[in-house]
């Protein structure tokens, strides 16, 4: 399994960590210059926090498809690209005032549009849901409109990263993998990892960001260690020390 370090600092996609990174298209969009990216990384569309503050997407699927496709050739090693998908947990729903199913039509009409638009960029599908049979219907209803998941080098999983039940997370992605999928888990909690770490191909979290605001930081200029660096790379080597994979096979499959 991949894990992709969440961060929220662009520059770190030009430093040779050896470590994938997840950045969120809100953290680029606004910059006139960009970091050449030195390893592979991945772009977060920012839709939770988009939805959860306007209850929609502003930006649509050509302006989003013009940002990514500039992110793919300024910046270089761009593994994929979420799409602009709704997610579904009960605040974000009752933000935008839509039902689940709504989201759930309104995220793969977003993908078949990106996808239109741009075939050479690396968007992949996410499903999006609350039980295991909200997951299975999206998934269903990316395959009636054509879009063969199982053929799919990824497909995200959404809405999982703020459950406090770990057992849900893990009977939904081991249903979905059984279907043939190769899974990313969106901001999967670390302790619910190693239960099905073995169903996915890549996750990702910040959650170091949000211990670090309780840490003492290591430098003066340092209040916390939300923002620092060296404290991000340990937390992620102790990460992957627990998990199936050796650090040696992860960093082969980063290579």
Same mark, same amino acid.
């Given at each position: 399994?991949?894990?992709?370090?969440?961060?929220?600092?662009?520059?770190?996609?030009?430093?040779?960590?050896?470590?994938?990174?997840?950045?969120?298209?809100?953290?680029?969009?606004?910059?006139?210059?960009?970091?050449?990216?030195?390893?592979?990384?991945?772009?977060?569309?920012?839709?939770?926090?988009?939805?959860?503050?306007?209850?929609?997407?502003?930006?649509?699927? %050509?302006?989003?498809?013009?940002?990514?496709?500039?992110?793919?050739?300024?910046?270089?090693?761009?593994?994929?690209?979420?799409?602009?998908?709704?997610?579904?947990?009960?605040?974000?729903?009752?933000?935008?005032?839509?039902?689940?199913?709504?989201?759930?039509?309104?995220?793969?009409?977003?993908?078949?549009?990106?996808?239109?638009?741009?075939?050479?960029?690396?968007? %992949?599908?996410?499903?999006?849901?609350?039980? %295991?049979?909200?997951?299975?219907?999206?998934?269903?209803?990316?395959?009636?409109?054509?879009?063969?998941?199982?053929?799919?080098?990824?497909?995200?999983?959404?809405?999982?990263?703020?459950?406090?039940?770990?057992?849900?997370?893990?009977?939904?992605?081991?249903?979905?993998?059984?279907?043939?999928?190769?899974?990313?888990?969106?901001?999967?909690?670390?302790?619910?990892?190693?239960?099905?770490?073995?169903?996915?191909?890549?996750?990702?979290?910040?959650?170091?960001?949000?211990?670090?605001?309780?840490?003492?930081?290591?430098?003066?200029?340092?209040?916390?260690?939300?923002?620092?660096?060296?404290?991000?790379?340990?937390?992620?080597?102790?990460?992957?020390?627990?998990?199936?994979?050796?650090?040696?096979?992860?960093?082969?499959?980063?290579?």
């Amino acid at each position: 399994m991949r894990f992709y370090l969440g961060t929220h600092q662009p520059s770190w996609l030009a430093r040779d960590l050896g470590v994938p990174l997840l950045v969120s298209h809100r953290r680029l969009a606004d910059r006139k210059t960009l970091p050449r990216a030195t390893h592979p990384w991945a772009l977060d569309s920012g839709g939770f926090t988009e939805l959860s503050l306007h209850g929609r997407w502003r930006t649509d699927a %050509i302006a989003y498809v013009a940002a990514v496709r500039r992110y793919a050739t300024e910046m270089g090693n761009l593994t994929w690209a979420a799409p602009q998908d709704w997610m579904t947990e009960d605040h974000v729903l009752a933000r935008t005032g839509l039902s689940l199913r709504a989201h759930q039509r309104n995220t793969v009409t977003n993908y078949l549009r990106l996808r239109d638009l741009a075939p050479d960029l690396p968007f %992949i599908p996410v499903l999006q849901g609350q039980k %295991i049979t909200d997951y299975h219907r999206c998934a269903d209803l990316y395959e009636r409109h054509g879009v063969d998941l199982a053929a799919l080098p990824l497909t995200g999983v959404g809405s999982i990263c703020r459950r406090q039940h770990t057992a849900e997370v893990q009977r939904i992605v081991t249903s979905l993998a059984a279907r043939g999928y190769r899974l990313h888990a969106f901001g999967a909690k670390v302790l619910g990892l190693a239960k099905y770490a073995d169903s996915i191909a890549s996750s990702d979290s910040t959650s170091w960001s949000l211990r670090g605001r309780h840490v003492p930081g290591c430098t003066p200029t340092h209040r916390s260690e939300s923002n620092c660096l060296r404290f991000a790379l340990r937390w992620h080597h102790d990460l992957l020390q627990r998990l199936p994979a050796t650090p040696a096979d992860y960093q082969q499959q980063a290579a």
